[in-house]
């Protein structure tokens, strides 16, 4: 059975003008011309026997919809972990979660923002995971959990820093390289971040994390769904959020209460722990 994002091999077994039928491990699905990467680049045409990789976009239809486009394979892999972690950590009821206008916060912050962190907050909207992680939203009522809010005062900060000498981590050293802030570690006010390169994809986009009450920085090739769910499922590699007693004052400990549980933001009465208060 076909699933939402799910990738594939698949094989063109016809060719129409419209598109492509193709053989996925014994189930059809149909490539419209538009989701082919030859209608937008110049590449040769679909033909029957080729094999590529696709994903599918829409699993209910007969034959199931895929995609054969580079930057849909990438958008479905960056989804791949939010079902999981929905599946770990249920999301509030859909009452309790906030729309959200993606294309005007976009325009706000000045770029496009990963598909799985919208994913996520179209799921649950901001509040926290595991008790300790906060999902920062667009258009909270509170600034300390704003995305925009923590973007700009999140830039002030780091500046501040580093033109004070801090030195800043190997990792945003080449290029004109900005931080965007996502999350951050409820008591210890450690900061996750995304790592915006110039020319990368939203989907490519990976995690810095930097500590509360310090200037270290850990980097982690993942998008911001993938380390939540690590440490959700407990298998996190990270030195602040990992199962490891390396520190009897360790301020991250995840309560096995908690462990599977989100809380919205909403549901705390003006909120506790701004982002960072110990180094801001």
């Given amino acids: 059975m076909l699933v939402d994002h799910q990738e594939c091999d698949v094989v063109v077994t016809a060719v129409a ?7 996925a491990d014994g189930h059809d699905g149909f490539i419209d011309q538009v989701k082919h990467p030859s209608w937008w680049a110049d590449v040769p045409r679909a033909e029957v026997g080729d094999r590529m990789r696709a994903v599918v976009l829409d699993p209910t239809r007969t034959p199931a919809r895929f995609s054969a486009l580079p930057v849909d394979v990438r958008i479905a892999r960056s989804l791949r972990h939010t079902e999981p972690l929905r599946r770990l950590c249920p999301a509030p009821p859909p009452g309790e979660v906030r729309s959200v206008e993606w294309a005007v916060v976009e325009e706000a912050l000045g770029t496009a923002l990963p598909a799985d962190y919208k994913r996520l907050v179209d799921t649950y909207g901001g509040g926290v995971f595991a008790g300790t992680i906060w999902l920062l939203e667009p258009d909270c009522p509170e600034k300390m959990y704003d995305l925009l809010a923590q973007t700009a005062e999140r830039e002030e900060i780091l500046t501040r820093f ?4 801090e030195a800043k981590p190997a990792e945003i050293l080449d290029g004109d390289i900005r931080l965007v802030p996502w999350g951050y570690a409820e008591g210890s006010g450690h900061v996750l971040y995304w790592v915006v390169r110039p020319g990368v994809e939203p989907e490519e986009w990976t995690v810095i994390l930097n500590e509360g009450r310090g200037p270290l920085w850990e980097a982690h090739e993942a998008s911001c769904s993938q380390f939540l769910l690590d440490v959700v499922a407990g298998t996190t590699t990270s030195f602040y959020f990992s199962d490891d007693d390396h520190d009897d004052d360790h301020d991250d400990d995840i309560d096995p209460e908690d462990r599977f549980r989100f809380i919205p933001g909403s549901r ?7 982002p960072a208060a110990d180094r801001g």
Avoid: L
């Fill in 268 to 274: 705390f009465h003006g909120g506790t722990g701004a």
């Fill in 17 to 23: 003008p419209v598109g492509c039928a193709v053989d």
């Fill in 162 to 165: 580093w033109e004070a000498g």
